[in-house]
Nanobody
């Protein structure tokens, strides 16, 4: 059974920092893409940042220069370092991983349970 376990959300003042972690566990062979999405109240879920197995990163324009995504391939874990946080970054943040099972079969996309990030003024 594959699971994505997130941690690191919370309440922070504007201008502060938080670090989110997402660890994938289970019978996994590879994770071609892994990243973070967020959903604010009344809005659609949107990509924050993702990273491929080759290390190629994509960032939403709104977070470029403030957020940094990194990946520990050995631990099947991604980290999202969020600096200079703004009120508009307030949302539930979800980890997403597209992965292949131990038998080599593509399992599709898995989502974490979500972690709340609240930025106060």
């Amino acid at each position: 059974q594959v699971q994505l376990v997130e941690s690191g959300g919370g309440l922070v003042q504007a201008g502060g920092s938080l670090r989110l972690s997402c660890a994938a566990s289970g019978r996994i062979r590879s994770i071609p893409a892994m990243g973070w999405y967020r959903q604010a109240p009344g809005k659609q879920r949107e990509l924050v940042a993702d990273i491929s197995s080759e290390g190629s990163r994509n960032y939403a324009d709104s977070v470029k220069g403030r957020f940094t995504l990194s990946r520990d391939f050995a631990k099947n874990t991604v980290y999202l370092q969020m600096d200079r946080l703004r009120r508009e970054d307030t949302a539930v943040y979800y980890c997403k991983a597209g992965l292949t099972g131990a038998d080599g079969i593509w399992l599709g996309d898995y989502w974490g349970q979500g972690t709340q990030v609240t930025v106060s003024s």
